[in-house]
């Protein structure tokens, strides 16, 4: 099985801008999570997808967002960018609720 | 709340010692265990997790964790490590029923010497 994939796999933006990011889970897998890396704050979840239902969310300002399509793969996106956003955004996919999660390569942001 | 705290930010090492990488969470609940490798420019690859049953849990490349429920630790530990093992190491949990969010730990970086 083809593994998770994201796209793009680089991003550059500026502030102010915004920014739609691509995950395209394994073949069969249902739940797709969001994670953000940072060296500062390190792995810190953002939300979580389960058959287009957002199931969990984590502690981050509504100008992140993130939605779940019918064939499983999911987007999220950031509106109104800042220095902060610059990161390393990692998607993950499980086949139900309570089993391990799969990681994507993951999409770096640069926000200038 | 659950929380992880990986104890050691950097484990300096040579190559075919034996390595331990100490992980402690605190938690209400139950949870589920699981311990992360990231190399350089990629994403996180699963070595192992604890889910349930014996406390000793065997993963890939030779790494092997023991759940200690009284200590609330989940060592990471391998015999003998390779220069390819240098990487960014990451344990977390997740709550028992509560679905994908994984609570990580701040990482320890595992530096192999020759």
């Known amino acids: 099985k083809a593994g998770v994939t994201q796209t793009p796999r680089y991003l550059i933006k500026t502030r102010g801008q915004q920014v739609t990011l691509s995950c395209s889970p394994i073949?069969?897998?249902?739940?797709v999570s969001w994670y953000q890396q940072t060296p500062g704050q390190g792995l810190q979840f953002l939300f979580e997808?389960?058959?287009?239902?957002?199931?969990n969310k984590g502690n981050f300002p509504g100008r992140f967002s993130g939605r779940q399509f019918s064939n499983s793969r999911s987007e999220m996106n950031v509106s109104t960018l800042e220095l902060g956003d610059s990161a390393l955004y990692l998607c993950?996919?499980?086949?139900?609720?309570?089993?391990?999660?799969?990681f994507g390569p993951g999409t770096r942001l640069t926000v200038l | 709340a659950q929380s992880v705290t990986q104890l050691d930010s950097q484990v300096p090492v040579f190559e075919e010692a034996p390595v331990e990488l100490r992980c402690n969470y605190s938690s209400s609940v139950s949870v589920y265990l699981f311990w992360y490798v990231q190399y350089p420019n990629q994403g996180l690859q699963l070595l192992l997790k604890y889910l349930s049953g014996s406390t000793l849990v065997k993963g890939i490349n030779g790494f092997e964790a023991e759940f200690n429920k009284s200590q609330t630790s989940f060592h990471l530990r391998k015999p003998s490590v390779h220069i390819s093992d240098t990487a960014e190491y990451f344990c977390a949990v997740s709550i028992y029923n509560q679905g994908g969010k994984l609570i990580f730990g701040q990482g320890t970086e595992l530096s192999v010497k020759p």
């Open positions: 993950a996919s499980q086949p139900g609720t309570k089993d391990t999660q799969y």
């Open positions: 073949s069969g897998h249902r739940s």
């Open positions: 997808y389960f058959s287009e239902t957002q199931r």
